[in-house]
C-alpha cells in the first residue's frame, strides 16, 4: 500500500488540529496587539482613555467652579447660607477630583511615571487651597460683612486652584518621552472641549 494512502494515528491528527488552532490564537493576538499601546474595549488606546479621564474630571471640576463663581460674582445679593453652602460645593468637587486623579494611577507610556507624579503634586496643592475655603467655612461668619471680608480670599484660592491646574494640563504634554501622551490629549474629546473652554477664573 501507498505510504502517502496510509491513516495518520488518532494522536498525531488530534496534534496538528491543536497546533493549527494555536498558530491561529496566536495570529489574532499579534493582530490586537501590534502597533504600539494596547486598546481598550471602546477602541482607544490605554493614553487616550487616560487623558479622557484626566479632562472628563478637570471639566466637571471646573464646571462647578465656575458656576460659584458667578454666585460669589455678586456678593450684595448673597446670603451667609447661600455663601457656605457655594463653599461646600467648591470644596465637595476639588476633593471628588483630588480622589478621581489619585485612582488614576499612571498612564501605560513611557512617560507614565511622570505623569503620575504631575498629579500627585497637583493633588497636594489643590488640598492645600481646600483647607483655606475649609476654614472659611469653618470661620462662622454671621453677617454679610464678615462674609465679604473673607471673599477676596476665597476668590484668590479659585484662581490659585485653576492655575495650578491649567500648568499641570500644560506639562503633561511637555514631559521626556511624553509624544504618545501628548498625541492622546490632543485626540480627545474631552480634553479638547476642556482645552476650548473659558477659565473660571
Known sequence: MDPELV????????LRRWLAICAATAVVLCAAGCGGSSTSSQGKTEAEKWADDVCSSISTWRDTVSQAKSTLRNPADLSV???KSTLHEVVDATSRLVTQVGDLGPPDTSAGKQAADQLSTLSKELEQEMAVVKKTIQSDAASPSEML???ST????LATMSADISKTVDDLGSLDGAAELRDAFDSSASCQKLSASASPT
Not at 7 to 14: K, N, S, T
Not at 154 to 157: D, H, K, L, P, V
Open 81 to 83: 447660607s447661600t455663601f
Open 154 to 157: 476665597i476668590t484668590g484660592a
Open 7 to 14: 491513516p495518520e494515528p488518532r494522536a498525531v491528527v488530534r
Open 149 to 151: 471680608a473673607s471673599l
